[in-house]
């Protein structure tokens, strides 16, 4: 839950960098957030829960997305690739899943 809260406070910081397991965290978190939300939509007839909580999870979610690219050693501008049609999100999979490079964190101890 940790790693959930964290990407929240962090959620408007587009710069330094995320770790695998801080992004794939918080991913895990919000997949179940947002299932329970469409749960309640479904089971109370509810609708605005589920887009509201969709609608202010966007911006952590791009901010923490450009800091995952950052941490290993790619532009933030990398996440852009997830629009390309059909093979954009498996590319940007692809991306979010390589390992840090131990090089940027070594960088942002000496600042």
């Known amino acids: 839950m940790y790693w959930y809260w964290l990407g929240w406070k962090r959620g408007l910081d587009f710069t330094g960098y995320s770790s695998r397991r801080e992004f794939w965290v918080f991913m895990l978190a919000h997949l179940i957030v947002t299932v329970l939300f469409i749960a309640v939509d479904v089971g109370l007839s509810f609708p605005w829960i589920d887009i509201l909580y969709n609608l202010l999870s966007i911006i952590p979610l ?3 997305i450009v800091r995952r690219c950052h941490d290993i050693g790619k532009s933030g501008l990398w ?5 390309i049609p059909v093979i954009g999100p498996f590319g940007c999979m692809y991306l979010l899943a390589q390992p ?3 090089v940027n964190r070594q960088r942002e101890e000496l600042c």
Request: glycine share 0%.
């Open 62 to 64: 791009c901010a923490l």
């Open 79 to 83: 996440s852009l690739i997830f629009f």
């Open 100 to 102: 840090s490079l131990l």
